[in-house]
T-cell receptor, first 111, second 117 residues
Framework: GNSVTQMEGPVTLSEEAFLTINCTYT??????LFWYVQYPGEGLQLLLK?????DKGSNKGFEATYRKETTSFHLEKGSVQVSDSAVYFC??????????FGSGTKLNVKP | GAVVSQHPSWVICKSGTSVKIECRSL??????MFWYRQFPKQSLMLMAT?????????EQGVEKDKFLINHASLTLSTLTVTSAHPEDSSFYIC?????????????FGPGTRLTVL
């Protein structure tokens, strides 16, 4: 079956630190992979996506590469800001348009 | 970008009562809406998929008589939790997919927190 596993939080970093949030998946077929971000009191927003192996999604300084050989889609950012504090969800979508989400990782960035 | 709203944002009700949650696409027409449930520190779990004008498709293990879904228009879907019990307390999130969106892009609402006493 399809599933997503991401690292548990919370992750606490100082401003300008390097961020990695690990995400691995299990899927039948060839899924699309996503990172969503949820700011306090708001809905989930698409941060970036990749639709095939070796694709790199990027947005707002965040990036993630679809690695089929390691079934991973780790989220990275070179220098985090306080405004990046949020909950981050890794997700996959199969060919029938169903989404499977990870449990979310809360990121706290301190000034 | 596309905006999806939910109402109410939170609700507290007594056990045995029914609660209706609305999901609206504000600036686009949504042919398909999805309802998710999220327990604390857990994943969003898809409950059902609703297409405008047709019956919802429920995921395995979701009671269709308990969680009534109606998608009467291209901008509104409702989830009614009937005869709610404390175990139904959860965070409910909807998402909507528009006519012009790629098949795998969904826009999410802010969620509704339901507490059943």
């Amino acid at each position: 079956g399809n599933s997503v596993t991401q690292m548990e939080g919370p992750v606490t970093l100082s401003e300008e630190a390097f961020l990695t949030i690990n995400c691995t998946y299990t899927a039948t077929g060839y899924p699309s992979l996503f990172w969503y971000v949820q700011y306090p009191g708001e809905g989930l927003q698409l941060l970036l996506k990749a639709t095939k192996a070796d694709d790199k999604g990027s947005n707002k300084g965040f990036e993630a590469t679809y690695r089929k050989e390691t079934t991973s889609f780790h989220l990275e950012k070179g220098s985090v800001q306080v405004s990046d504090s949020a909950v981050y969800f890794c997700a996959l979508s199969d060919n029938v348009n169903k989404f499977y989400f990870g449990s979310g990782t809360k990121l706290n960035v301190k000034p | 970008g596309a905006v999806v709203s939910q109402h109410p944002s939170w609700v507290i009700c007594k056990s045995g009562t029914s609660v209706k949650i609305e999901c609206r696409s504000l600036d686009f027409q949504a042919t398909t809406m999805f309802w998710y449930r999220q327990f604390p520190k857990q994943s969003l779990m898809l409950m059902a998929t609703s297409n405008e004008g047709s019956k919802a498709t429920y995921e395995q293990g979701v009671e269709k008589d308990k969680f009534l879904i109606n998608h009467a228009s291209l901008t509104l879907s409702t989830l009614t939790v009937t005869s709610a019990h404390p175990e139904d307390s959860s965070f409910y999130i909807c998402s909507a997919q528009g006519l012009a969106a790629s098949y795998n892009e969904q826009f999410f609402g802010p969620g509704t927190r339901l507490t059943v006493l």
